[in-house]
């Protein structure tokens, strides 16, 4: 199984950027699908980004296209979430996690197909 550590939350003003690191270890599948989702407190975890084959494939919700950008170092160790132009609707805490294969831009925003998730980073917005 792969095990999966976040890194890169933080304080920070609406407007300001923030990247989030998700490091990957264990049994890293070479096909794989990875993603952020995202929950605030009283609601329901809910997808943010997806990444999937060999890179060209991503999928985004709608409030963040634009302005959030998922990638992936060649290794497959790192998945990356690239936050600009922060708003306080976006304060969550952020989950990076991973699915063995590959999945459509659609099917990748079902948490029920990631197997392994991280422990999640807090990502707080101040306007």
């Known amino acids: 199984q792969v095990q999966l550590v976040e890194s890169g939350g933080g304080l920070v003003r609406a407007g300001e950027s923030l990247r989030l690191a998700c490091e990957l270890s264990g049994r890293i599948p070479s096909r794989m699908t990875n993603a952020w989702f995202r929950q605030a407190p009283g609601k329901e975890r809910q997808f943010v980004a997806g990444?999937?084959?060999?890179?060209?494939?991503?999928g985004y919700r709608d409030s963040v296209k634009g302005r959030f950008t998922i990638s992936r170092d060649n290794a497959k160790t790192t998945v990356y979430l690239q936050m600009n132009n922060l708003t306080p609707e976006d304060t969550a805490v952020y989950y990076c996690a991973a699915a063995s294969g590959y999945t459509t831009a659609q099917s990748m925003r079902d948490k029920r197909l990631y197997t392994s998730w991280g422990q999640g980073t807090q990502v707080t917005v101040s306007s």
């Open positions: 990444i999937s084959e060999f890179g060209g494939n991503t």
